[in-house]
Structure formats: C-alpha cells, structure tokens
C-alpha cells in the first residue's frame, strides 16, 4: 500500500514537471512584432481567430449596443481581414470615412495563453483593453478574461485593404 502511494506521488510529480516543462518552453510569438520579440504570422491559425474572437469578445461587453466597425494591424495580409470578418459574422472592416473603430493593436501568444489587445471607443475617446485567451496546442482558445486600462490612447487610423471595403457584403471570402 505504501509502495503504491510512493509510485503515484512520483508519477504525480514527473506529471507536473513534464507539464512546467512543455509551457515554459514555449516561445511567444508576437504580431506586429515589436524590438526583439519573435515575430508570429498573422495569417497562422490561431492568429486570425485570436483577432476575430478579441473584438468580438470585448465589443459584446463593453458597448454591445453600437455597429462594430473593426480594424487590424497596418500591413496585415488581405486574406486575414478576409477570415476576421468571415469568423466575426457580424461588423464590418473600418473606411477611411469612419470616425469610430474597435483596433486590433497587438496579439501575443505564448503556449496556452494569449493576450490582444483592443483600441476601443468610448465617450469621445480611445482607450485600451486586453482580451485574454486560454487554450491548448490544437484546441481552440477562448477568453477567460477583459482587462480595461482606462488609458486614453490615439485614435486608430484606418489599415483596411481597398480589396476588403470593395468586396461585397454576404459573398464567401476567398484568397
């Protein structure tokens, strides 16, 4: 009886360890990146659906009530504003004509955690938020949590491909 209570405590710990191990290899992958991080390929599952989920999440319980006008990272590849707006359902991508829009600044993703934040307008001006994820090498990630930093920031200017704007509404998205 001793002997098996030793065994599953050493198979517990070897468990554990493995586990601290595998997470805290993981490299973080940043989009846009920034000096000295890893740069991550926005196009990269689960990058888009971070995007898609992140503004989603973060417009449905802070003003559920206005349009989502959303907006990505400058020199994001056109097939990513193709697949947030297909994931989001609902929005549409910002125009230069448009004086208020929920931005994606930054994603970070490091093994079962994700973080984005999100450029939101609120009572005539821009402040940040972060959305974040939890999830798991081939699992899907979901928010667990939003963080509100009540910093008032710059107003976002547009990123959206003209390819995007010009693209009729309820037509599949293809590359």
């Known amino acids: ?81 193709r697949g947030v707006g297909s994931r989001l359902e609902v929005g549409r ?17 490091t093994g079962g955690h994700a973080e984005v934040d999100i450029v939101y307008p609120t009572e005539g001006i821009y402040q940040l938020a972060t959305v974040h994820f939890v999830g798991s090498t081939g699992q899907p990630f979901y928010p667990s949590m939003l963080q509100l930093w009540l910093v008032p920031v710059e107003a976002p200017t547009c990123n959206t491909p003209q390819a995007v704007v010009d693209q009729p509404k309820n037509t599949p998205n293809t590359k």
């Open 1 to 81: 009886m001793q002997r098996q209570s030793v065994m599953m405590r050493l198979s517990l710990s070897s468990a554990i360890v493995a586990a601290v191990a595998m997470t805290s290899c993981t490299p973080m992958m940043t989009y846009p990146e920034y000096a000295g991080a890893p740069k991550a390929d926005p196009s990269m599952q689960p990058m888009p659906n971070l995007m898609a989920d992140s503004l989603k999440f973060a417009h449905q319980r802070i003003a559920p009530d206005s349009e989502l006008v959303y907006n990505l990272p400058p020199s994001t590849p056109l097939q990513v504003w």
């Open 93 to 109: 991508p910002m125009t230069s004509a448009d004086t208020l829009a929920w931005t994606v600044r930054q994603v970070r993703l």
